[in-house]
């Protein structure tokens, strides 16, 4: 049973930057494809929206146009640990955020961001943007 526990969020302002962390453990790491979510504020947990994917071979990423180019997703197997820098932060980026890994495309140079996810969610880690 996947264990998932979030951390590095905090209230920074606009344009500044932040480096989520996310240790995952009881899987076998390095053979899952990773991904970070976001919940923003009044959003139920059914609307919770993907944001980033990272396959397990090959360190391929995807992005929704929302964070691409500001946001940074990366791994490391030797720590069971999924990151995401996220640089020129804007108000909107307010949010809860999730790590989860996918067992969709397994030992794959393919990640998706899917709903798909092992295990149980973490509890996220808050993240508020200032204008």
């Known amino acids: 049973q996947a264990q998932v526990a979030e951390s590095g969020g905090g209230l920074v302002q606009a344009g500044g930057s932040l480096r989520l962390s996310c240790v995952i453990s009881g899987i076998t790491f390095d053979s899952y494809g990773l991904m970070w979510f976001r919940q923003a504020p009044g959003k139920e947990r059914e609307e919770r929206e993907g944001?980033?994917?990272?396959?397990?071979?090959?360190?391929?990423?995807k992005y929704i146009t929302a964070v691409e180019g500001r946001f940074t997703i990366g791994r490391d197997d030797a720590k069971n640990k999924v990151y995401l820098q996220m640089d020129s932060l804007k108000p909107e980026d307010t949010a809860v955020y999730y790590c989860a890994a996918t067992p969709l495309y397994r030992e794959a140079p393919e990640c998706v961001i899917t709903p798909v996810i092992v295990g149980s969610w973490g509890q996220g880690t808050q993240v508020t943007v200032s204008s």
């Open positions: 944001i980033a994917c990272i396959s397990s071979r090959e360190g391929v990423t």
